[in-house]
T-cell receptor, first 116, second 112 residues
Framework: DTGVSQDPRHKITKRGQNVTFRCDPI?????LYWYRQTLGQGPEFLTY????????KSRLLSDRFSAERPKGSFSTLEIQRTEQGDSAMYLC??????????????FGPGTRLTVL | DAKTTQPNSMESNEEEPVHLPCNHS???????IHWYRQLPSQGPEYVIH???SNVNNRMASLAIAEDRKSSTLILHRATLRDAAVYYC?????????????FGTGTRLKVLA
């Protein structure tokens, strides 16, 4: 199965530390999305890439957050100086709208971050 | 961005049909209706999508109102594995905004 994969699946860190998550999209999908989900809520959009270009960022993405997709394949999401409020599930999704009528996104299993 | 409204929770008996409603009164002509479901500690799983006509796949059916202001996800025979949070989302065509806006979804409980 070549679905969206995320690494690590779980991360526990201390407040103030930096963390980095990786997402590998479905092969040949040119769009990649990051969402954040807190307990009891639906996922919230953070940012998305088309190929290597970051085309939209949410206001949720403070200056402590940075995302990259250097070669238009995998992506990384880095959180600097983590805070307890960053504890959440971070979800990655990919899509390939070319030649289709809408942009159906396929999600990975997520990375659960716990900040102590 | 157009929003959707869903009941917070629903219950169904195993092997009975389930109809999950979604209201999207501000839908625009180019919005597609997507349904996803999410099991605990997993990412959302694509279920089905449609634009105007009713749609069927191996997982479910999607019934879309004639005015497109509401839709219903139909699980023909609920199983215990269908217990999840179901999200109804509007998405644009590739020329529009791509991000999904999730609500809190409907938590479906399936009773054995």
């Amino acid at each position: 199965d070549t679905g969206v994969s995320q690494d690590p699946r779980h991360k526990i860190t201390k407040r103030g530390q930096n963390v980095t998550f990786r997402c590998d999209p479905i092969s040949e999908h040119n769009r990649l999305y990051w969402y954040r989900q807190t307990l009891g809520q639906g996922p919230e959009f953070l940012t998305y890439f088309q190929n290597e270009a970051q085309l939209e960022k949410s206001r949720l993405l403070s200056d402590r957050f940075s995302a990259e997709r250097p070669k238009g394949s995998f992506s990384t999401l880095e959180i600097q100086r983590t805070e307890q409020g960053d504890s959440a599930m971070y979800l990655c999704a990919s899509s390939s709208p070319l030649g289709v009528s809408t942009d159906t996104q396929y999600f990975g299993p997520g990375t659960r971050l716990t900040v102590l | 961005d157009a929003k959707t409204t869903q009941p917070n929770s629903m219950e169904s008996n195993e092997e009975e049909p389930v109809h999950l409603p979604c209201n999207h009164s501000t839908i625009s002509g180019t919005d597609y209706i997507h349904w996803y479901r999410q099991l605990p500690s997993q990412g959302p799983e694509y279920v089905i999508h449609g634009l105007t006509s009713n749609v069927n796949n191996r997982m479910a059916s999607l019934a879309i109102a004639e005015d497109r202001k509401s839709s219903t996800l139909i699980l023909h025979r609920a199983t215990l594995r269908d217990a999840a949070v179901y999200y109804c989302i509007l998405s644009k065509t590739p020329s529009g905004t791509y991000k999904y806006i999730f609500g809190t979804g409907t938590r479906l409980k399936v009773l054995a």
